[in-house]
């Protein structure tokens, strides 16, 4: 069988999975779009299993077959890609007949639409016009371009196995929920948005543990297997929880997953070097840390902070990296962290400005909820900073305060007042973490070890009418197994 023949063997599975993504569980939001991005129709689905029919037809006939057919499709694949990228719309599903033009853009969801389309169909024409010539230089170049297509479909899979394991393992049937809300609908947060919202949390605290142990030890101490483990593992018992608290919506779903991947992604490949070369460099330097040790574990100290009340992409890895290439000794240690570290914060600064343009484009969470207390005057409510008297109810004073780790700290301040939460966004439980000696808490999901502090940390659900007294029993409780609150999670 020659190249064209199996090239095109290639296309019919490729076609064929793209005709099934619609009906893969998990792989489609509410809005039927295919990972949240493709928008897929029995249309697009009966056009897919066409072409991949044609694909194999042409496969099994002859290499002249294999050509036209590689001609002809890539062709039209690659102007409907390009099509889209102008319009918004193709021609080959004539969803431009029924649509106006949006207009030309590059924004990333427009990319990402059309990407396909215009991969598969500019290799597709490139192999029928050039690869027929050259066969056996071409035949080598296809066959190395293949292994490393292999080895990329591998380890994508490897990445997104546990994702898949979390979808069909630990989601159950969403239960109806009973609660009734007393704040009116448009300040209401998804309950399960407490337990939710953990996953970005569990990254934040994954980098304070790296700066832990990279204050006294390297960066091959740290565990990076077991940070990752923590991730997903955590993942699974909020993911079953959730069912109790309204289930997952699919943004917030791909946005674990995502986040999940790539957090995933980076700690192995940073393994992969640390475990290597770095922990050769840290062997060679001996037991004195070198001056980029000291500063790289300053920056990993101040990052881990910023990222308690900031998103990550608003870091500044440009100035890191000047640091590094201005602080670096001759010292070998120094130039392998200094080429190290500034590599790595290069590719997260690139990274950085494409999700911050992503983020301007959708627009920032609401930085403020609506909760309602009782047990406080109006003006003790007033006199504390950030929060805005809203109206007296039957039930208490409704306020809105900030969010993140400021509400945390408001929260601590009004239960010492001798305030109770009555209800938090329209919902009626709400998860905390705490940190103790002990390896279980009371009402806790989950607990597990943290890195470079020697003790545990505990994720801990309760009803928002307890949130108060649970919160006034951790400040007065003593001795080494006691809770000590790290953060309350909104929604």
Excluded at 15 to 35: K, M, Q, R
Excluded at 63 to 89: P, S, W
Aim: with cysteine; aromatic share 10%.
């Amino acid at each position: 069988m020659t190249l064209l023949r199996k090239i095109c063997l290639f296309y019919t599975v490729a076609l064929l999975v793209a005709a099934s993504l619609n009906y893969i569980p998990g792989l489609t939001d509410e809005n039927g779009l295919a990972f949240g991005i493709f928008a897929l129709d029995p249309f697009d689905d009966a056009l897919h299993v066409v072409s991949a029919l044609w694909a194999l037809s042409a496969a099994l006939i002859s290499h002249r077959a294999a050509k036209i057919f590689l001609v002809i499709f890539g062709a039209l694949y690659l102007a409907d890609g390009i099509f889209g990228i102008f319009t918004a719309y193709g021609f080959l599903d004539l969803a431009i007949f029924s649509n106006p033009s949006e207009g030309f853009s590059l924004s990333v969801p427009r990319i990402l639409a059309n990407l396909p389309h215009i991969g598969l169909g500019g290799f597709a024409l490139f192999a029928g016009l050039k690869l027929d010539r050259g066969r056996d230089v071409i035949r080598r170049l296809f066959k190395w371009t293949l292994r490393l297509v292999l080895l990329l479909v591998v380890l994508v899979i490897g990445l997104l196995m546990p994702a898949g394991y979390n979808e069909l393992a630990c989601i159950p049937k969403t239960k109806d929920a009973t609660y009734t809300a007393i704040l009116p609908p448009e300040h209401h947060r998804s309950e399960a948005r407490t337990l939710m919202t953990y996953p970005e949390w569990h990254i934040v605290h994954a980098y304070d543990d790296y700066a832990q142990v990279i204050s006294t030890g390297d960066p091959h101490d740290f565990g990076y297997l077991q940070a990752i483990g923590g991730f997903w593992s955590s993942l699974c018992e909020l993911s079953f929880a959730s069912a109790d608290h309204g289930g997952m919506d699919w943004e917030t779903k791909r946005m674990v997953y995502v986040i999940g991947v790539s957090f995933t992604a980076e700690l192995l490949a940073k393994a992969a070097y640390e475990e290597t070369l770095g922990r050769a460099a840290a062997w060679q330097r001996g037991e004195d840390r070198a001056p980029l040790d000291e500063l790289s574990a300053d920056q990993a100290r101040a990052y881990a902070a910023f990222l308690q009340q900031v998103p990550w992409f608003k870091w500044d890895f440009d100035s890191d990296r000047e640091d590094l290439l201005t602080n670096a000794t001759d010292q070998f240690r120094d130039v392998e962290r200094a080429a190290a570290l500034g590599t790595e914060y290069k590719i997260k600064a690139a990274y950085a400005r494409v999700i911050g343009n992503a983020v301007e484009q959708v627009g920032p969470d609401e930085l403020t909820l609506r909760m309602i207390v009782s047990g406080l005057e109006r003006e003790q409510i007033e006199a504390l900073d950030g929060v805005t008297f809203i109206d007296t109810r039957a039930e208490g004073i409704e306020i809105e305060t900030p969010r993140y780790r400021e509400l945390t700290e408001l929260l601590v301040q009004m239960a010492g007042q001798g305030a109770e939460f009555v209800e938090i966004a329209g919902n009626d439980d709400i998860m905390f973490t705490a940190l103790s000696q002990a390896k279980t808490a009371d009402g806790a999901l989950h607990s597990f070890a943290r890195q470079g502090y020697g003790d545990n940390r505990h994720l801990v659900l309760l009803k928002v009418s307890d949130l108060a007294e649970r919160l006034r029993q951790m400040q007065a409780a003593s001795g080494p197994d006691r809770l000590r609150l790290e953060h309350i999670h909104d929604y």
